[in-house]
């Protein structure tokens, strides 16, 4: 049980634009940033979106990160084949004084 | 080349010990806190430590407190994680991974991982 929550997948048509949720608490999500990080099959994760909202270099701008509150969310527009990962959420937690993920959710290109 | 290289994982038995490192090379290391991240087989992320840049500040998720220490050689750029008495359930890739900021999750270098099994 991860103490961030994300659907356990999302899927959509190629062009098309899908939203990931990352839900926490304020112990978590809403007094910490928020990073997103894509995993594709047999590799390392990579960092897309780090302080709740800014993309490394190299990251296209069609992936997007915000926060609201004690939830987060991941958009990526005009999904595209390559997207087809598995992508956390991840932050600090306060209470726990430990860093914590959400359990992922594995994007599907149809 | 900006990297992080994982080694030392293998096969334990249940109870062992095992010592897991990253070797950082490319970027000033004694700049940045370093975590150890795992992935048990066929499932998620799982944050496991943290070490401030001077290896003086340090904390762990519950599931590893008293068993596993990370700790770090600023003059050989390396991290370790030493895991005493392993169980099944620490079966998995870890990764090490790096942040600018200390107390904050984003890490934007990550290594390749080592697979440790722990089995009888």
């Known amino acids: 049980q991860s103490v961030l929550t994300q659907p356990p997948s999302v899927s959509a048509a190629p062009g098309q634009k899908v939203t990931i949720s990352c839900s926490g608490s304020?112990?978590?999500?809403?007094?910490?940033?928020v990073s997103w990080y894509q995993q594709l099959p047999g590799t390392a994760p990579k960092l897309l979106i780090y302080?709740?909202?800014k993309r490394p270099s190299g990251v296209p701008d069609r992936f997007s990160g915000s926060k609201s509150g004690t939830s987060a969310t991941l958009g990526i527009t005009g999904l595209q084949t390559g997207d087809e990962a598995d992508y956390y959420c991840?932050?600090?937690?306060?209470?726990?004084?430990?860093?914590?993920f959400g359990g992922g959710t594995k994007v599907t290109v149809l | 080349q900006v990297q992080l290289v994982e080694s030392g994982g293998g096969v334990v038995q249940p109870g062992r010990s095992l010592r897991v490192s990253c070797a950082a090379s490319?970027?000033?290391?004694?700049?940045?806190?370093m975590h150890w991240v795992r992935q048990a087989p066929g499932k998620g992320l799982e944050w496991v430590a943290v070490?401030?840049?001077?290896?003086?500040?340090?904390y762990y998720a519950d599931s590893v407190k008293g068993r596993f220490t990370i700790s770090r050689d600023n003059s050989e750029n390396t991290v370790y994680l030493q895991m005493n008495s392993l169980t099944a359930e620490d079966t998995g890739v870890y990764h090490c991974?790096?942040?600018?900021?200390?107390?904050?999750?984003?890490?934007?270098?990550w290594g390749r991982g080592t697979l440790v099994t722990v089995s009888s």
């Open positions: 490319g970027f000033t290391f004694n700049t940045y806190a």
């Open positions: 070490i401030s840049f001077d290896g003086n500040n340090k």
């Open positions: 991974a790096r942040s600018s900021r200390w107390l904050q999750l984003g890490a934007d270098l």
């Open positions: 991840g932050t600090w937690d306060s209470s726990l004084s430990a860093g914590v």
């Open positions: 302080d709740n909202n």
């Open positions: 304020n112990s978590n999500i809403e007094n910490n940033y």
